[in-house]
């Protein structure tokens, strides 16, 4: 199954003026915000990639095309350095697409130009490229298949840290909540999608405003649900944290590590 990476944004609240990458190419330890979300789709065998570029694009395609796969891989190191015999690989299956969707495109408008891409494909994966997350994406895409939906999302609970206030005509709070406890979900980012989408998406559209609030009203949307770890990376802040889990060893959303049932890839 193809997957769609929306990876053209600015990520001006990620960056705040300290670089001028992509948002897609925060680091999280040795390896990208991007390269995370590619191996979890691979993990679950969906190893063909579009990356729907705009700013930035030259960073994205300069680091695969100098990927280094000893950089997560072991390898033996042989003939005084000269042969270099990797015993896993990361990337060796994997077909990835780099097409230029425009710096200032919408998501919708960024999906409708690498359709021609997805011909044939019933069902396809799509990413914001900067959310990670360890949900079971075999058991989404099943849930639409079974399904009379056109599209699905994952719905994640908002952080921890906003407080809903409710307050009164004359401008006094009456009451302050957290908003985990208010029962509120989120678009999580996570999207599984049938071609029928593209009947709703108009030129320049979005995907969300108007593919899938149209599909909400039809009754063609699904959720998929998931209170496990799910981690955005829109502020510095939220990418500390990310980076903080990844220092100290907790990390879910690694799931070709956590899960012995899938074996990696031999190198090649």
């Known amino acids: 199954m193809k997957v769609v990476l929306f990876c053209g944004g600015q990520g001006l609240r990620m960056r705040e003026g300290v670089t001028d990458l992509p948002k897609p190419m925060i680091m999280v330890g040795h390896r990208p915000l991007i390269w995370h979300v590619m191996r979890y789709y691979a993990h679950f065998g969906h190893t063909e990639f579009i990356l729907c570029?705009?700013?930035?694009?030259?960073?994205?395609?300069?680091?695969?095309?100098?990927?280094?796969e000893t950089a997560s891989n072991d390898f033996t190191l042989s003939g005084g350095g000269q042969r270099v015999e990797?015993?896993?690989?990361?990337?060796?299956?994997?077909?990835?697409?780099?097409?230029?969707?425009?710096?200032?495109?919408?998501?919708?408008?960024?999906?409708?130009?690498?359709?021609?891409?997805?011909?044939?494909?019933?069902?396809?994966?799509?990413?914001?490229?900067?959310?990670?997350?360890?949900?079971?994406?075999?058991?989404?895409?099943?849930?639409?298949?079974?399904?009379?939906?056109?599209?699905?999302?994952?719905a994640a609970r908002p952080d921890k840290s906003f407080h809903c206030v409710n307050i009164g005509k004359d401008g006094r709070i009456?009451?302050?909540?957290?908003?985990?406890?208010?029962?509120?979900?989120?678009?999580?980012?996570?999207?599984?999608?049938?071609?029928?989408?593209?009947?709703?998406?108009?030129?320049?559209?979005?995907?969300?405003?108007d593919a899938c609030t149209a599909l909400a009203e039809r009754n063609r949307l699904l959720s998929y649900s998931y209170t496990g770890f799910w981690h955005p990376t829109d502020t510095i802040k939220e990418r500390n944290n990310l980076e903080a889990h990844f220092a100290r060893g907790d990390r879910p959303w690694m799931v070709w590590e956590t899960d012995p049932t899938r074996a990696p890839a031999p190198a090649v």
């Open 86 to 154: 990797l015993l896993s690989a990361d990337i060796a299956d994997w077909t990835i697409h780099f097409i230029d969707t425009g710096v200032d495109s919408a998501i919708g408008e960024r999906l409708r130009r690498v359709r021609h891409l997805l011909q044939g494909e019933d069902v396809f994966l799509a990413n914001y490229s900067d959310v990670l997350t360890d949900a079971p994406l075999d058991v989404m895409v099943e849930r639409l298949v079974r399904s009379d939906a056109i599209g699905s999302l994952l």
């Open 174 to 209: 009456r009451s302050i909540q957290a908003s985990a406890d208010m029962g509120l979900w989120v678009n999580g980012g996570f999207f599984v999608l049938r071609q029928e989408v593209f009947d709703f998406i108009p030129k320049g559209g979005d995907l969300v405003e």
């Open 53 to 68: 570029l705009g700013y930035g694009a030259h960073y994205i395609k300069d680091y695969f095309l100098n990927y280094r």
